[in-house]
C-alpha cells in the first residue's frame, strides 16, 4: 500500500511568485484535502478534492486554488506569495463515501516566503 | 460553528506515570471527535476517533480518549508514558457532521522525561 507522498518537501520563495505543490494520494483514496499549519498552529483546512471537482473551501482567498487529476492526484497552486502564506502545507487523503475522519497525512511541503 | 480547544500548550510527564492531553469541543449535535499525533517533521497520523457508543475510545499506540458530554471533554489518556510519545498532539473534529474535512485544534506538545 502505497502512503501520500508530496513534493517538493522544501522550497523557499519570494513575495509576489507562485508556487505549485503536489501531492500523490494513497492507493485506492479518491478524496484529497489540503490543509496550511503555521508555526505553533494546528492544520487549517484549505480545500478539498473529488472526482476532479472541489468539494468544499475553507477560509482561504482565491488565489489558494487547486486540481485534481484523474489518478486521484492533486496540486495546490498559490499566486501573488505572501509573507504569511510561509507555512507546512498538507495533503491528506481519504476514501469518499465513508466520512470517518480518518484522514492519511503527507509529510508535508514547507514553504517560506521572503 | 464547530470548534475544538485544547488549553494546555506543554505537558510534562516522566515516563511511566500515566499521562492525559485535554481536549474541550463545541459542536452542534452529536459530536464526532478524532485525535491525531505529529512527530517532528513528519505528517499527521490519525490516533483515534469517537463516533457513538462507548465513551472510553481505544487506539494506536495504547493512547485512549474519554469522552464526557456533560463536561464537553475529550481528552486522550495513556497509562504508561514512554519517551517515545514525545510529539504533538492535535485534537479535531469534523467543519460539518459526515464530512471528513476537519477542524483542529491548536496542539499541546507532549514531553516525556526519562
Known amino acids: 500500500e502505497t502512503g501520500v507522498t508530496q513534493s517538493p518537501t522544501h522550497l523557499i520563495k519570494t513575495r509576489g511568485q507562485q508556487v505549485t505543490l503536489r501531492c500523490s494520494s494513497q492507493?485506492?483514496?479518491?478524496?484529497v484535502s489540503w490543509y496550511q499549519q503555521a508555526l505553533g498552529q494546528g492544520p487549517q483546512f484549505i480545500f478539498q478534492?473529488?472526482?476532479?471537482?472541489?468539494?468544499g473551501r475553507g477560509n482561504f482567498p482565491p488565489r489558494f486554488s487547486g486540481l485534481q487529476f484523474p489518478n486521484y492526484s492533486s496540486e495546490l497552486n498559490v499566486n501573488a506569495l505572501e509573507l504569511d502564506d510561509s507555512a507546512l502545507y498538507l495533503c491528506?487523503?481519504?476514501?469518499?463515501?465513508?466520512?470517518?475522519?480518518?484522514?492519511?497525512f503527507g509529510e508535508g511541503s514547507r514553504l517560506t516566503v521572503l | 460553528a464547530q470548534s475544538v480547544a485544547q488549553p494546555e500548550d506543554q505537558v510534562n510527564v516522566a515516563e511511566g506515570n500515566p499521562l492525559t492531553v485535554k481536549c474541550t469541543y463545541s459542536?452542534?449535535?452529536?459530536?464526532?471527535l478524532f485525535w491525531y499525533v505529529q512527530y517532528p517533521n513528519r505528517g499527521l497520523q490519525f490516533l483515534l476517533k469517537?463516533?457513538?457508543?462507548?465513551?472510553l475510545v481505544k487506539g494506536s499506540y495504547g493512547f485512549e480518549a474519554e469522552f464526557n458530554k456533560s463536561q464537553t471533554s475529550f481528552h486522550l489518556k495513556k497509562p504508561s508514558a514512554l519517551v517515545s510519545d514525545s510529539a504533538l498532539y492535535f485534537c479535531?473534529?469534523?467543519?460539518?457532521?459526515?464530512?471528513?474535512?476537519?477542524?483542529f485544534g491548536t496542539g499541546t506538545r507532549l514531553q516525556v522525561f526519562p
Open positions: 459542536v452542534s449535535g452529536n459530536p464526532y
Open positions: 492507493s485506492g483514496h479518491n478524496t
Open positions: 469517537y463516533i457513538t457508543g462507548d465513551n
Open positions: 479535531a473534529a469534523p467543519t460539518s457532521r459526515g464530512t471528513d474535512k476537519l477542524i
Open positions: 478534492y473529488y472526482r476532479e471537482e472541489e468539494n
Open positions: 491528506a487523503s481519504s476514501l469518499s463515501g465513508r466520512p470517518t475522519g480518518e484522514l492519511f
